[in-house]
C-alpha cells in the first residue's frame, strides 16, 4: 500500500505543468471558457499553415503560458537560447503590456530535405510567412518557429529545453513526432528521477528519427544502464529488475499522456552493450547512427562521433547483412515505384561492394569512395575482379548523385530497367568475388595458424631447455617433453595433428572447408593452454630470481636477471621508484641508476632468469648499501 501511495505522488509531480490528457479530470470552468473561446482561431491558424506549406509541418502545438522571470534573473542551465529554434520562444523576450492575453504557438517545420537554401533562409522564411498567416487571423496569437534538424541539434548539444517545452504543450496538429517526444521527456524525467545513478543515455530512435514516422508509429526508445560498478546483485539482475520498472513507468507515462501509441523500450547495460559495439553488431549500428539523445552522460555521443568516423569496425555479421541487403532489395525494386526503384538498386550494388571491401580486410569506405576502392584491390592489385563491375557500380553513384543535387530531374523507365538488370549481373558477379575472398583467406589462415602454433611450440620447448629443434623434430619432442611427463594434457596433441594435416592438405591442393574449421576449433584451446603454461612457468622463474628484503618498516625487492638487478626500495608506495644496477662478476651490484616500469617490463620479457639465487657476501653488502645495515632477507614469502 505504501508503495502505490508513493507511484501516486510521484505521479502528481510529473503531472505538474503538464496538458491534461482526456483521462484526466475537467478543466476549471474558467480555463475550459478561455480555451473554447480561443479554439476557433487555432483551428483557423492551424487550417492555413497546413494549406499553404502542407507536409512541411511536423506539428503544431500550443505553448503553455510564461512564467513571469524576475528582473536579474538568468535561464538556468540547459535553457539557453539555440541558433534558431529557442531564440523566439517564451522567456527569450522582454514581457511587455498585454502579453497576458497573447496565445503562445510552435510550429515544428521539416527542413530535413531542403537542399536550395540554408538552414537560416528557411528558418526566416517559414518565420514570416507563418507569422503573417498569424496576424490574418488574431494577433493574440504570437506563433514561434522551429525547424526538426534543430531539435535534434539541440539533444546532441546536451540542450533539452525544446524537448522539456514541447512535452508541456497541447498538440494541435501532429504527424506523430510531438507525441513520441511529449511521452519520451516525460518517461525520461521519470526514470531519471528515480535511477539517476544507474542511466548513462536515455535515445529516441526508429522510423521518428529516420523521418518514416507516421501519427500510429511506435515509438522507440532504448536506455544504456552502467553497471561496472554493480557489487550486491548480478549484471543480469540489475538489468532483469530496472528494465521491469522501467517498462511499467512507460506505461504510466502513457496514461499520463494520453498517448497511444506504443512506447517500445530497449533497455541494454554497458557491458553488454559495449561488446555489442565492438563486434559492430548491425542493430546497434543503426541505434548509433540515427539515435537522438534525451538524456547523456557523455557516452552516446563519443560512440556516435567514432561510428562516423569509421572508427567501429563491423563484424562477419555485419557483413553477412551487408552482402543479403543486395538480394533483399532486388526482390522488393520490381514492384515499387521509380524513384525508389533508383534508391534501392544504388544500395543493392553499394553495400554487397562495401562487404567484399570489409571481407578483404579493410573498413567501409564512403560510397563516393567505394568504386575507386573496388578498383584498386579487386581490379588493379588482387586482379580478382573484370572493370565492367566497377564501371556498373561507378554508373549508380553518378547518377544518385545527379538526382540528389538536382541535375537529373527524372529516371525514365528504360533506366530504372537498366539499372535494375546492371545490378543483377553485378549481385550475382560479387557473390563470386565473395567466395574466392573466403577461399584465399581461408588458404592464408591455415598457413599462419600452422607458423602461430610452431613458433610457440618452440617457445615452450625453450623454457624446457631445448634451444634448438629441427622443424621435423618438432611435434616428437612436443611429444616427448610435454605430452610424455604430463605437462601438456594429451588431446592437445591430437589438436596440433589436425592442424599439421591441415597444414600437408594446403600444400598438396586437397584443403577442405571442414579440414577448416576442425583445425581452428582445435587451435583455440591448444593456444590458450601453451601461452597460460609459458605464463606460469615465467611467473616461476621470476620469483626464483626475486630477493625480497625488509628494511625498517618497509619491505623492498630485487630482481637479478642476467647483467642487471632492478631494486624497488617500498613496495607498499602509491607510485613505486624503480631503479637498475649492473650485476658485478663477484655477485654484487654497481651503482644505482633511475629506471622506469617500461623499461623494466621489457628486460622481464627478454630475459634469461638464474636457476637459484644465493645471497653470497657481496650481494649482501650491496643490500645494506641500498636498505641499510637493518636490512632483512625474507625467506619465505
Known amino acids: 500500500m505504501a508503495k502505490k501511495s508513493k507511484q501516486s505522488k510521484e505521479n502528481q509531480e510529473l503531472q505538474q505543468g503538464l496538458p491534461l490528457p482526456p483521462n484526466m479530470p475537467a478543466l476549471p470552468p474558467e480555463m475550459e471558457k478561455k480555451l473554447k473561446a480561443i479554439k476557433e482561431k487555432l483551428d483557423k491558424f492551424k487550417e492555413k499553415v497546413l494549406e499553404k506549406f502542407g507536409d512541411y509541418i511536423v506539428g503544431i502545438t500550443l505553448l503553455p503560458p510564461e512564467k513571469p522571470q524576475k528582473e536579474g534573473e538568468q535561464p538556468k542551465e540547459g535553457e539557453e537560447k539555440s541558433s534558431h529554434s529557442v531564440r523566439d520562444l517564451p522567456g527569450t523576450q522582454e514581457k511587455k503590456e498585454g502579453d497576458e492575453n497573447k496565445v503562445q504557438v510552435m510550429v515544428v517545420v521539416d527542413d530535413t530535405t531542403s537542399q536550395k ?109 552502467d ?50 559495439l565492438k563486434e559492430a553488431n548491425p542493430i546497434i549500428f543503426t541505434l548509433l547512427r540515427d539515435g537522438v539523445p534525451f538524456y547523456d552522460r557523455g557516452i552516446f555521443m563519443p560512440w556516435k562521433q567514432l561510428l562516423r568516423m569509421g572508427r567501429i569496425k563491423p563484424s562477419r555479421e555485419a557483413i553477412d547483412l551487408f552482402m543479403n541487403t543486395g538480394e533483399q532489395s532486388i526482390s522488393r525494386v520490381k514492384g515499387r515505384l521509380k524513384e525508389m526503384g533508383m534508391e534501392d538498386t544504388y544500395y543493392a ?49 553518378d547518377i544518385r548523385k545527379k ?120 587451435s583455440s584451446g591448444l593456444f590458450k593452454f601453451l601461452v597460460e603454461y609459458m605464463q606460469r612457468k615465467r611467473g616461476q622463474e621470476l620469483e626464483r630470481a626475486k630477493v625480497r628484503v625488509k628494511h625498517g618498516e618497509k619491505f623492498g625487492e630485487v630482481t637479478l636477471m642476467d647483467t642487471v638487478a632492478f631494486v624497488i626500495n617500498d613496495l607498499d608506495a602509491k607510485e613505486q621508484q624503480i631503479e637498475k644496477a649492473p650485476i658485478r662478476a663477484d655477485g654484487s651490484l654497481g651503482p644505482l641508476e633511475k629506471s622506469n616500469l617500461e623499461e623494466f617490463e621489457k628486460e622481464l620479457a627478454k630475459a634469461k632468469f638464474p636457476k637459484r639465487v644465493f645471497v653470497k657476501e657481496p650481494l649482501f653488502e650491496s643490500l645494506k648499501g641500498i636498505f641499510g645495515s637493518d636490512v632483512e632477507v625474507l625467506l619465505q614469502y
Open 117 to 225: 537554401m540554408t538552414k537560416d533562409e528557411l528558418f526566416n522564411k517559414f518565420s514570416s510567412a507563418i507569422k503573417q498567416l498569424a496576424e490574418e487571423v488574431d494577433k493574440d496569437i504570437t506563433p514561434q518557429c522551429a525547424l526538426l534538424t534543430d531539435l535534434w541539434q539541440n539533444c546532441y548539444d546536451a540542450k533539452y529545453d525544446l524537448n522539456r517545452l514541447i512535452s508541456m504543450s497541447a498538440p494541435l496538429h501532429d504527424t506523430g513526432m510531438l507525441a513520441a517526444i511529449k511521452i519520451a521527456e516525460i518517461h525520461k524525467s521519470m526514470v531519471i528521477k528515480k535511477f539517476e545513478k544507474y542511466i548513462l543515455s536515455y535515445v529516441l530512435a526508429g522510423s521518428l528519427t529516420q523521418g518514416k514516422a507516421t501519427p500510429t508509429s511506435d515509438i522507440d526508445v532504448w536506455i544504456v544502464i
Open 227 to 276: 553497471d561496472t560498478d554493480v557489487k550486491k546483485m548480478s549484471r543480469l539482475e540489475l538489468k532483469d529488475k530496472l528494465r521491469a520498472i522501467i517498462i511499467g513507468m512507460g506505461a504510466e507515462a502513457g496514461e499520463m499522456t494520453g498517448i497511444k501509441n506504443k512506447l517500445n523500450i530497449q533497455v541494454y547495460i554497458l557491458t553488454d552493450f559495449w561488446e555489442s
Open 349 to 397: 550494388i553499394l553495400t554487397p561492394s562495401q562487404a567484399a571491401i570489409m571481407l578483404y580486410g579493410l573498413p567501409p569506405p564512403t560510397p563516393r569512395e567505394t568504386p575507386d576502392v573496388l578498383e584498386e584491390i579487386f581490379v588493379k592489385k588482387e586482379k580478382m575482379l573484370e572493370p565492367e563491375y566497377v564501371k556498373i557500380l561507378r554508373n549508380n553513384v
Open 403 to 522: 538526382i540528389e543535387h538536382g541535375d537529373k530531374k527524372e529516371l525514365s523507365g528504360t533506366e530504372l530497367d537498366k539499372l535494375i538488370t546492371d545490378a543483377e549481373k553485378f549481385l550475382k558477379r560479387i557473390k563470386e568475388l565473395f567466395t574466392e575472398i573466403e577461399a584465399k583467406h581461408d588458404e592464408r589462415s591455415i598457413t599462419l595458424l600452422y607458423d602461430e602454433v610452431m613458433t610457440i611450440i618452440r617457445d615452450v620447448l625453450k623454457l624446457e631447455g631445448i634451444e634448438k629443434v629441427q622443424d621435423a623434430q618438432l611435434i616428437k619432442f612436443f611429444e616427448d617433453e610435454l605430452i610424455s611427463t604430463g605437462k601438456v594434457p594429451a588431446r592437445y596433441l591430437r589438436d596440433l595433428n589436425e592442424i599439421i594435416e591441415a597444414k600437408h592438405k594446403h600444400d598438396q591442393k586437397k584443403l577442405t572447408k571442414t579440414d577448416i574449421e576442425k583445425a581452428r576449433k582445435g
